[in-house]
C-alpha cells in the first residue's frame, strides 16, 4: 500500500504560479510511475501530466509549456510546477501512482485546491 499525501494548493491571480508536491509512502518510489490529475467542479477527472524517469515525462495538451512535472527519489516526492496560470485550472489536483508496466493508477492522494482568478 502506498500512501500519497500532496501540499501546495491554494489561490493565485492569473498568470502565477504555484508549486505542487506530492509525498509517497513507499520505500520503492524509484520503481512507480507519478502522475498529476485535477477535476474542477461538474467535471470528470482529467490527466495532466505524468513522469516515468527523470527524462520521460508527458503532459496533457492544454498544460504543456505551463506545467513542468519532476521527481525525486532520495525524498519519494513528486512535484508539479505550474506557471501562468489560467483561470481554467481551477480544480483539485490529485497525485496518483502505479506501478511501471501497470494501466490504471490504483494509488491516489486526498487532493489539493488550486484556484486561479481572472
Known amino acids: 500500500q502506498v500512501q500519497l499525501v500532496e501540499s501546495g494548493g491554494g489561490w493565485v491571480q492569473a498568470g502565477g504560479s504555484l508549486r505542487l508536491s506530492c509525498a509517497a509512502s513507499?520505500?520503492?518510489?524509484?520503481?512507480?510511475?507519478m502522475a498529476w490529475f485535477r477535476q474542477a467542479p461538474g467535471r470528470e477527472r482529467e490527466f495532466v501530466a505524468a513522469?516515468?524517469?527523470?527524462?520521460?515525462?508527458s503532459y496533457t495538451d492544454s498544460v504543456q509549456g505551463r506545467f513542468t512535472i519532476s521527481r525525486d527519489n532520495r525524498k519519494n516526492t513528486v512535484y508539479l510546477q505550474m506557471n501562468s496560470l489560467k483561470p481554467e485550472d481551477t480544480a483539485i489536483y490529485y497525485c496518483?501512482?502505479?506501478?511501471?508496466?501497470?494501466?490504471?493508477?490504483?494509488?491516489w492522494g486526498q487532493g489539493t485546491q488550486v484556484t486561479v482568478s481572472s
Open positions: 513522469i516515468y524517469t527523470a527524462s520521460s515525462t
Open positions: 496518483a501512482a502505479k506501478m511501471f508496466r501497470t494501466e490504471s493508477y490504483p494509488y
Open positions: 513507499t520505500r520503492t518510489f524509484m520503481n512507480y510511475v
